[in-house]
């Protein structure tokens, strides 16, 4: 389990995946006037950690992007990586800041 803090949307419950299963009935593509609307799993928050490319944290950014995906298949939209500059490492989820290096003191690490 990661030290981040999370957003409440999400849990590391995977009693609440919305993830279609194999047998769901697929959209038909027949009727071109009915309206498409995304699944409720795009609904979900986007995470986005952005790292230092001058410190060399890509590996520590896709670590960190492996472990919250594992955790927390189901319940993100997307995880991306957003290189910068300045020794920045930050962890946003739809815009709101969860995690700053340069404020918090380090890294997220797994507890």
Do not use: H
Request: aromatic share 8%; proline share 9%; net charge negative.
């Amino acid at each position: 389990e990661l030290s981040i803090p999370l957003p409440a949307t999400l849990s590391s419950s995977e009693e609440s995946s919305s993830l279609p299963s194999a047998s769901s009935p697929q959209p038909s593509s027949s009727s071109t006037n009915e309206q498409i609307t995304a699944p409720e799993r795009y609904q979900t928050p986007s995470l986005q950690i952005e790292y230092c490319t001058g410190c060399k944290w890509l590996l520590r950014a896709a670590w960190l992007a492996q472990e919250v995906l594992s955790t927390f298949s189901t319940q993100l939209k997307e995880v991306s990586l957003l290189p910068a500059v300045g020794g920045v490492f930050r962890v946003w989820a739809d815009g709101e800041l969860l995690w700053d290096r340069k404020t918090m003191g380090g890294f997220p690490e797994p507890k």
